[in-house]
């Protein structure tokens, strides 16, 4: 019942004939471990079936997933659209190395309509890149627009949401990328990156990667093949939970903003309520009392862990503005709404009740 492990780098051919097939065959599973393996081959045939597509593949890391298909993709001369609300690894993929390489990037707000269409260089954009929702205060991108537009290959990083969470290929979206690192693997022990879509588009990324070598490990494949038997239990009753304690932080007098979609005071609820089956299992907070409300938070909580990360059976909790976006000046950090009294919670599979009573006790009213 259980998948098995390939630990395998290497096969063994039978002669010359079988050595010529195996080294010829397209994402060949029994020729050499960066073609291809059977244990991560079964992960992406799990990820291709949650995510309604015909093909998946996987990735040494969710970043890995993300070069290697902007690189797969673009050249120098080429154009990029992006959203500015990125996972701060991927804009600064964007910024540095992309530009570097002569890829030129255009930043729009992915909040607002018509603003990627808006972007598009006719015959000159390559690629059109979202993430929904976003990293850390959960705003969203219009999936349905996104799918609609016509000439560039459109990318959706969808790891807050999880396949659970929201298909975006049934709203016509080329590419869903997701870090499996998340809540996709789930249990903090593997690094992973997957992307899904058409098989032909991903075929032909696949003859980039066995270059680019970002190659996905067996091992935590197999974690990860294990942590998607319970994925879909696990999100239902993490969402759940960061609901009930996103809409009771709301009310307590320390916090002076909650941001989760499936909050009625979210400005883009009703979106939520349209493209998401769940609204996800990461909540931020904004405390009234700043940089040192924060501190106290994170220096008393019991249950809660501090941590990065998201999506595994613990509840972590994390500070952007000295972590993730501890290089940008106050001003930048200001524009990007992350401000000093931030938090990031990934909500785990504890009691949310529990989970209230140990954020609460270390809630200081300013
Ligand atoms: C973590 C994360 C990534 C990067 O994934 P890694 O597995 O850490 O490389 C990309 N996008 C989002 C939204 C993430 O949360």
Same mark, same amino acid.
């Given at each position: 019942m259980a998948p098995a492990l390939w630990a395998s780098s290497v096969w063994e051919s039978s002669g010359l004939v079988d050595a010529n097939r195996r080294a010829t065959t397209l994402r060949s599973t029994e020729f050499y471990g960066r073609y291809?393996?059977?244990?991560?081959?079964?992960?992406?045939?799990?990820?291709?079936?949650?995510?309604?597509?015909?093909?998946?593949?996987?990735?040494?890391?969710?970043m890995g997933a993300i070069s290697t298909v902007v690189l797969a993709l673009c050249s120098a001369g080429d154009h990029i659209v992006a959203q500015r609300q990125l996972y701060s690894a991927t804009l600064a993929f964007l910024q540095g190395p992309c530009k570097r390489f002569g890829i030129d990037v255009t930043f729009v707000d992915g909040t607002e309509p018509g603003a990627f269409a808006a972007a598009v260089q006719p015959g000159r954009t390559m690629l059109v890149i979202a993430e929904t929702p976003s990293n850390p205060l959960l705003e969203l991108v219009d999936l349905d627009e996104l799918g609609a537009l016509r000439g560039p290959i459109t990318l959706v990083d969808s790891t807050f949401a999880t396949p659970i969470g929201q298909q975006p290929i049934a709203h016509g979206v080329h590419l869903s990328l997701h870090s499996a690192t998340k809540g996709i693997?789930?249990?903090?022990? !593997?690094?992973?990156?997957?992307?899904?879509?058409? +098989?032909?588009?991903?075929? &032909?990324?696949?003859? #980039?990667?066995? *270059?680019?070598?970002?190659?996905?490990?067996?091992?935590?494949?197999?974690?990860?093949?294990?942590?998607?038997?319970?994925?879909?239990?696990?999100?239902?009753?993490?969402?759940?939970? !960061?609901?009930?304690?996103?809409?009771?932080?709301? +009310?307590?007098?320390?916090? &002076?903003?909650?941001? #989760?979609?499936? *909050?009625h005071t979210h400005k883009q609820h009703d979106l939520a309520k349209r493209q998401m089956d769940h609204f996800g299992t990461v909540l931020t907070i904004d405390l009234a009392g700043g940089r040192a409300a924060a501190e106290h938070l994170l220096d008393n909580v019991k249950l809660v862990h501090v941590a990065t990360s998201l999506g595994g059976p613990e509840t972590l909790m994390s500070h952007p503005r000295t972590t993730t976006h501890a290089s940008l000046t106050d001003a930048e950090a200001a524009e990007q709404g992350v401000g000093p009294g931030l938090l990031r919670i990934s909500i785990g599979l504890e009691d949310p009740d529990d989970l209230l009573t140990d954020l609460t006790n270390g809630l200081i009213v300013p």
């Open positions: 291809a393996n059977p244990t991560v081959s079964s992960f992406e045939e799990a990820v291709a079936a949650l995510e309604g597509a015909e093909s998946s593949l996987a990735f040494a890391s969710g693997a789930g249990h903090n022990d !593997a690094t992973l990156g997957v992307v899904s879509g058409e +098989r032909e588009l991903l075929d &032909s990324i696949w003859s #980039y990667s066995v *270059l680019h070598g970002a190659t996905a490990s067996p091992f935590d494949a197999l974690n990860a093949l294990r942590g998607i038997r319970t994925l879909s239990v696990r999100t239902t009753h993490q969402a759940a939970s !960061a609901l009930h304690i996103a809409e009771t932080l709301q +009310r307590h007098p320390a916090v &002076s903003a909650v941001h #989760y979609p499936g *909050l």
